[in-house]
C-alpha cells in the first residue's frame, strides 16, 4: 500500500507496461488503431453515497489538516463542469447509494428529484447499490425507466421520465428467469479506445436492506461477478477496465486530506486481491470514507458521502493496443467557493419550495445537541433517545403491550443539532431535521421473545473482524459487553438479569424485525403486531418530551 499524495500534490501516477495479465498472446484480441501513436487521455469523474443530498452544504471534509464545508448539487455541479472542461473524453460514474436514505427535499418525491438533477448534469454510469432497493426492486426499475410513482403519482409536475444514465448491476440477477437486473458494463470509445466500466452492489445487500424488498433477486460474489464481466470485456477487444463496487473500505489511521491512505483495512483489500489484473481503477463506496489508495498496482478510490468530495482520474490509453499505460487520480472536495450551477440551483429551489410546508413544520425543542455518534462505550444517544420514542409507541396493551425497544445504530442517519435562532424559538426542532435521523419509513413491529432469543439477538452484536453492531437499548434495559470473551458479559432488564424462560414484548422497526443487519433472530419473534411509522412515533415522542436533553441514563456499558 502507498499513500497518495495532498490534493496540491497531484496524486500519484502509475505508469504501466501494457501487459493485459490474461497470459494471452500479445496480439491477441489487441485493439488496434490506425494513425496517432499518441495516448489517449480519459477522464473519470467518480462519486458515491450521495443518498439524496441535494441542499448544501452537507458536512466537513478534512483538507490538508483543515475541515472545510462542502457539498450541495449546486456546487458539485459547477465543479464537476470544471473537470468535464479540462477533456471531452469524460465519463461521470457513482459507485453506488445514489439513492436511498435521503433528506426529505429528495425522499418525498421518491428520490424522483436527485435523479433529476443527475440527468442535469449529464452523469452517465451509476452502480446500483444498496439502498437503491430501499423501496424494492419494482421501484427501482421506475426510476431507471421513468413514470409516476403507482400510489403518490407525479408530486409536482406532469410527468417523471426516468434517468438519463444507466444503473449497472453486475452481479445482481432476477430469481425467476436468471437475467441480470440491470446491464453488468458498458463500453464508450474514445478516439478509438475502448474503456469498460462494470458496476455493482455488495454481495450483502440482503442484510443491508429489508429482506422483503430483495426476494426476488439474488447476489452473486463480488469478485466472480466482476471477473466474468472482464472476461466478457476482453473478449470484445477491452483492456482498459474501470470497476463502481459499492463497497469499501476503511483507513487504518486518522486521515488529515481526502487523498490520504494510511493503508485500509475492510472487504475492499480481500476484493481488489481477487481481481482480474487486467482492472486497471476501482472506484469504491459504502462505508462513506475519503480515501485515494493504490492496491497492488491499482487505483482503489472512494469519495466520502452526500456530495462532499468529487474523484478525479486521469487515464492513457495506447491507441496501439487498449492498454492504460499511466492513471492519475486525486480526491477533491466540493467547496461552496464557486459560482453555482444555475440550473441545478433552480432545481433544488423548486423542490424546496415543493417539501417547505412539511419541511418546516415545528415539533417541538430541543436544549442542546442529541448526537448520533457513540460514546467511548458504545452508546449513542440519539440512538437510545429513538428507542425510547419506539418504546412510548408501543407501550400500550393495545398497540403491542411492548417493555423493551431495540434501535440499530445504521438507522440513525444524522444529529439533532441544537441552533439558536435570530428573533425565533432557540433550539426548535423541525419535522425537517426528525426525517433527517430517520429517513427510512420502516414500520414499527412489536414481538415476543424469550429471555434466551433476547441474549441471543445481543451476542449477535459482535461480527467476525472487529466490527461491532450495537443495538441501542430503551430505558429499564441495559448490556455490558468487551473486547474480550465472552463479548456479551451480561443483560439486565428493570435491573435483574433477563431469565432465558420470561418472554418479553419487544418492539424494533420493520427492518430489524425482517432478519436486517444479519440479525435474523428477529424472525423468530412470535405475536407479531405491526405498529406506526418509526418516524411518527419520534414525531410524538419530541412533542410530548420537548424540550429535548441528551440521555443520560447508561444502558451500553463497556467492561
Same mark, same amino acid.
Given at each position: 500500500? *502507498?499513500? /497518495?499524495? *495532498?490534493?496540491?500534490?497531484?496524486?500519484?501516477?502509475?505508469?504501466?507496461?501494457?501487459?493485459?495479465?490474461?497470459?494471452? *498472446?500479445e496480439d491477441d484480441k489487441k485493439v488496434? =488503431?490506425?494513425?496517432?501513436? &499518441?495516448?489517449?487521455?480519459v477522464k473519470i469523474v467518480a462519486f458515491n453515497d450521495l443518498h439524496g443530498?441535494? &441542499?448544501?452544504?452537507?458536512?466537513?471534509?478534512?483538507? *490538508?489538516?483543515?475541515?472545510?464545508?462542502?457539498? $450541495? %448539487?449546486?456546487? /458539485?455541479?459547477?465543479?464537476?463542469?470544471?473537470?468535464?472542461?479540462?477533456?471531452? !473524453?469524460?465519463?461521470v460514474v457513482c459507485a453506488g447509494d445514489l439513492v436511498g436514505a435521503s433528506p426529505l427535499i429528495s425522499a418525498l418525491f421518491h428520490d424522483e428529484p436527485t435523479v433529476e438533477a443527475m440527468n442535469l448534469m449529464k452523469v452517465d454510469l451509476v452502480a446500483v447499490g444498496n439502498h437503491e432497493f430501499d423501496e424494492g426492486v419494482d421501484e427501482l426499475r421506475r426510476l431507471q425507466a421513468g413514470g409516476c410513482h403507482p400510489e403518490d403519482g407525479c408530486q409536482g409536475k406532469d410527468t417523471y421520465e426516468g434517468a438519463a444514465f444507466q444503473f449497472l448491476a453486475a452481479n445482481v440477477f432476477v430469481r425467476e428467469t436468471d437475467e441480470r437486473l440491470f446491464p453488468a458494463y458498458q463500453v464508450r470509445t474514445f478516439d478509438g479506445v475502448k474503456v469498460g466500466f462494470i458496476g455493482l452492489t455488495l454481495e450483502g445487500t440482503p442484510a443491508a436492506v429489508t429482506p422483503t424488498a430483495v426476494a426476488s433477486v439474488r447476489f452473486q460474489d463480488e469478485v466472480e461477478a466482476i471477473n466474468a464481466s472482464v472476461a466478457e470485456l476482453k473478449e470484445q477487444g477491452v483492456e482498459a477496465i474501470v470497476v463502481m463496487?459499492?463497497?469499501?473500505?476503511?483507513?487504518?489511521?486518522k486521515l488529515e486530506d481526502v487523498n490520504d491512505c494510511p493503508g485500509i483495512s475492510g472487504p475492499i483489500v480481500e476484493i481488489n486481491a481477487g481481481l482480474d489484473p487486467a482492472v486497471d481503477v476501482m472506484v469504491t463506496g459504502h462505508t462513506h470514507q475519503a480515501y485515494n489508495c493504490e492496491l497492488e498496482g491499482r487505483i482503489v478510490t472512494s469519495a466520502k458521502s452526500y456530495g462532499r468530495v468529487l474523484t478525479e482520474i486521469d487515464l492513457k490509453v495506447d491507441p496501439r493496443t487498449g492498454d492504460v499505460v499511466s492513471k492519475v487520480a486525486r480526491n477533491v472536495a466540493v467547496t461552496r467557493d464557486v459560482e453555482m450551477d444555475a440550473a441545478v440551483a433552480a432545481h433544488i429551489d423548486r423542490y424546496r419550495? %415543493?417539501?417547505?410546508?412539511?419541511?418546516?413544520k415545528p415539533v417541538g425543542t430541543q436544549t442542546a445537541d442529541v448526537l448520533r455518534g457513540a460514546d467511548e462505550q458504545g452508546q449513542m444517544p440519539l440512538g437510545v433517545l429513538i428507542a425510547d420514542a419506539?418504546?412510548?409507541?408501543?407501550?400500550?396493551?393495545? =398497540?403491542?403491550?411492548?417493555?423493551?425497544?431495540?434501535? !440499530?445504530?445504521?438507522?440513525?442517519?444524522?444529529?439533532?443539532? /441544537?441552533?439558536?435562532?435570530?428573533?425565533? =424559538?432557540?433550539?426548535e426542532v423541525s419535522f425537517k431535521d426528525l426525517h433527517s435521523t430517520q429517513p427510512f419509513g420502516n414500520t414499527l413491529v412489536t414481538m415476543t421473545l424469550t429471555g434466551a432469543q433476547l441474549r441471543?439477538?445481543?451476542?449477535?452484536?459482535?461480527?467476525? $473482524?472487529?466490527? !461491532?453492531?450495537?443495538?441501542?437499548?430503551?430505558?429499564?434495559?441495559?448490556?455490558?459487553?468487551?473486547?474480550?470473551?465472552?463479548?456479551?458479559?451480561? =443483560?439486565?432488564?428493570?435491573g435483574a438479569p433477563i431469565d432465558d424462560a420470561t418472554s418479553y414484548r419487544v418492539t424494533v422497526n420493520s427492518f430489524l424485525a425482517d432478519g436486517g443487519d444479519g440479525f435474523a433472530g428477529f424472525t423468530a419473534g412470535t405475536d407479531r403486531q405491526g405498529g406506526v411509522v418509526d418516524l411518527e412515533a419520534l414525531e410524538v415522542f419530541v412533542r410530548a418530551n420537548s424540550p429535548l436533553t441528551s440521555p443520560t441514563e447508561r444502558r451500553v456499558i463497556k467492561e
Open positions: 500500500m *502507498k499513500m /497518495f499524495g *495532498k490534493v496540491g500534490a497531484l496524486a500519484v501516477c502509475v505508469a504501466l507496461a501494457g501487459c493485459t495479465g490474461t497470459g494471452a *498472446k488496434v =488503431v490506425e494513425g496517432s501513436t &499518441e495516448p489517449v487521455a443530498h441535494m &441542499e448544501g452544504p452537507s458536512g466537513k471534509v478534512k483538507v *490538508k489538516g483543515e475541515r472545510v464545508e462542502a457539498g $450541495g %448539487l449546486d456546487a /458539485f455541479a459547477a465543479h464537476l463542469s470544471a473537470m468535464r472542461a479540462e477533456n471531452a !473524453n469524460t465519463v463496487v459499492h463497497e469499501g473500505g476503511y483507513p487504518e489511521a419550495t %415543493l417539501v417547505a410546508p412539511l419541511a418546516d419506539q418504546l412510548a409507541a408501543t407501550r400500550a396493551p393495545e =398497540v403491542g403491550g411492548a417493555q423493551i425497544a431495540l434501535m !440499530n445504530p445504521g438507522g440513525v442517519r444524522a444529529d439533532l443539532v /441544537f441552533e439558536a435562532s435570530d428573533g425565533g =424559538v432557540d433550539g441471543g439477538l445481543l451476542q449477535g452484536m459482535f461480527r467476525e $473482524g472487529g466490527r !461491532n453492531y450495537l443495538l441501542q437499548p430503551s430505558g429499564g434495559l441495559s448490556y455490558t459487553w468487551s473486547e474480550g470473551e465472552p463479548r456479551l458479559k451480561s =443483560v439486565t432488564f428493570e
